[in-house]
């Protein structure tokens, strides 16, 4: 059975706002922008049904050309597979992805212009990819809660989206619908966008980071005000991986050691306590770290309120492949097969026994990971997964809990996966999603396998 059962965000959340109007009985009007699929407005949780009878793999089909209100055909762009994927950053509204040709390709909402496309607003999202600019010499890029960053093979850094921390780093607090260049610096190698902030390594091994400094989550040294272009955390020069978060940071230097900073409520630093660090720290004594990834939390940017967060973990990979977790535990996210109210682990906890991990992926209370057989798997404690409605308030979908790893289907021949396992890649190139989808029937949620079409 397919065990993702994770709200795919980057479709449901394209939301009525000006110019997008519904009627009482909730039907779309002449407003609405009839090429997108929206979440149905729900008065109460909808039900899942507690078994759900496998489906295999299908592409996603574009939708058919609907007539528009006001007369006349609005027309739809065909889709078609793509192989040639290489990388993917999945966030809790909208996705990125890098091809093998270079190109950059975005979709999701884009209401701050975080898809790079030159426009913005509540209509201007896409269900589907569309191509970010002409560049061709994109290498890596990281979507954080409402913007979007990426290193392209030149070392160059590039950002656009919402600026109100100062997370672009360009200085200003203007939003960018398009990419813009960060500096003049040409030794960039790797970034990760969070809430309203950003981490990059050059690759001299020098952290940087810049937005806000919200429970010290930039690692400068404070917790307050916003650092508007990049500055650099301490003096070391041996970063190797950095993940940034809704609330927390960490980072894995090239002696196998591991640090992180920021909140810490729930144990997310895995220092042994629950507080705060406003620059790193180092997390246990081990010196075998291969990978880290700070799960975002709960919540949603455009919720009335500015969301919520709930559930921070962070899950890492050593050297020598074995997988560990620490943070919250309240849904048993960290997959150690344990759980509970208020529960939590502040030092790393082993998960199972396999020695055979290569990569890890958190989303909110979830998490992705493939081992070396090419296998994936998930778990996830989130029992009730979160879509904004008609309103703007957040709602939620009651999801079935695993509490340790469980594979992904049979396929032996995935390569990584991001977002906690929306999405992942899959040897030949091609992308796939695992989300929820609304049967218009009456059956309700349902979990669906698609693959990621082109335009």
């Known amino acids: 059975m397919i065990r993702k059962y994770a709200l795919c965000l980057t479709a449901v959340l394209l939301l009525a706002a000006a110019g997008c109007e519904r009627g009482r009985d909730g039907q779309a009007t002449a407003a609405d922008d009839v090429s997108y699929r929206y979440a149905p407005d729900a008065a109460a949780d909808p039900a899942v049904p507690a078994d759900v009878a496998e489906r295999p793999p299908q592409a996603a089909q574009p939708p058919a050309a609907p007539e528009a ?25 909208h996705t990125a992805a890098v091809r093998a040709d270079g190109t950059l390709w975005a979709w999701g909402t884009n209401i701050d212009g975080q898809l790079g496309t030159g426009a913005s607003g509540w209509d201007a999202g896409s269900d589907f990819p569309v191509r970010v600019g002409a560049a061709a010499n994109w290498a890596t890029v990281s979507v954080g809660a409402t913007h979007t960053v990426g290193v392209r093979t030149d070392g160059t850094l590039w950002a656009f989206g919402s600026n109100s921390h100062g997370q672009l780093g360009d200085g200003t607090t203007t939003g960018r619908n398009s990419p813009v260049r960060i500096g003049t610096r040409t030794d960039w190698a790797a970034v990760s966008a969070g809430w309203g902030y950003t981490l990059a390594i050059c690759r001299g091994g020098t952290l940087w980071a810049w937005g806000q400094n919200t429970a010290g989550v930039t690692g400068l040294g404070t917790a307050a005000g916003n650092t508007f272009v990049p500055t650099q955390v301490g003096t070391q020069t041996n970063w190797a991986a950095v993940s940034a978060s809704w609330g927390h940071s960490a980072a894995v230097r090239t002696d ?4 992180a900073w920021g909140s810490n409520g729930s144990g997310q630093l895995g220092d042994g306590s629950t507080v705060d660090r406003l620059v790193p720290v180092r997390v246990g004594t081990a010196s075998n770290w291969a990978s880290v990834s700070a799960s975002r939390g709960s919540g949603h940017p455009y919720a009335n309120g500015g969301g919520y967060f709930s559930g921070p973990h962070t899950v890492a990979v050593t050297r020598d492949g074995q997988l560990w977790a620490w943070g919250a535990n309240s849904w048993g996210q960290l997959g150690d097969g344990t759980g509970g109210a208020g529960s939590f682990r502040n030092t790393p906890v082993r998960i199972g026994t396999a020695s055979n991990w290569a990569s890890v992926s958190t989303g909110h209370a979830d998490t992705a990971a493939v081992r070396t057989d090419g296998t994936l798997w998930f778990w ?11 309103n ?24 990584s996966s991001s977002g906690g396992g929306s999405y992942a890649i899959n040897a030949n190139g091609s992308l796939w999603n695992w989300h929820w989808e609304w049967d218009e029937g009456g059956s309700g949620w349902s979990p669906a396998q698609v693959e990621v079409l082109l335009p």
């Open 69 to 93: 209100a006001a007369g006349g055909v609005v027309a739809v762009t065909p889709a078609r597979p793509a192989t040639g994927w290489a990388y993917v950053s999945a966030g809790v509204a």
């Open 256 to 259: 196998g050691t591991l640090w």
């Open 380 to 390: 996830s404690g989130d029992s009730s997964n979160v879509y904004l409605d008609w």
């Open 392 to 415: 703007r308030e957040l709602q939620t979908v009651a999801n079935p809990v695993w509490q340790t790893p469980a594979r992904e289907g049979t396929a032996s021949n995935w390569v």
